[in-house]
């Protein structure tokens, strides 16, 4: 069956960087937008990243100019960089592929973000 399998993740010091990866079995990346979601304890889950099938990306507002989500077609692998990490930032990380009524999700990651 269609896993997305991700890696990454763990604590952090205020201001560090982390890089999230998500690799796909079963399914081509390249043929569906994929994105990064994250939930914080208590709150709901919410969109930060996402990559069209053409390489348009788009960004939540707060975390605009620190994380940068790509993929590599080659490894069909879709990443997701995180610099000047912040506490607010922590959360359970969250990768998803979707096309049409298809839609799949990695396990989750952890990330700290603490000093």
């Known amino acids: 069956q269609v896993q997305l399998v991700q890696s990454g993740g763990g604590l952090v010091q205020p201001g560090g960087s982390l890089r999230l990866s998500c690799a796909a079995s079963k399914i081509i990346f390249s043929f569906f937008k994929t994105g990064w979601y994250r939930q914080a304890p208590g709150k709901q889950r919410e969109l930060v990243a996402t990559?069209?099938?053409?390489?348009?990306?788009n960004y939540a507002d707060s975390v605009k100019g620190r994380f940068t989500i790509s993929r590599d077609n080659a490894k069909n692998t879709v990443y997701l960089q995180m610099n000047s990490l912040k506490p607010e930032d922590t959360a359970v990380y969250y990768c998803?592929?979707?096309?049409?009524?298809?839609?799949?999700w990695g396990q989750g990651t952890q990330v700290t973000v603490s000093s």
């Open positions: 990559i069209t099938s053409n390489g348009n990306t």
């Open positions: 998803n592929a979707e096309r049409v009524v298809e839609a799949y």
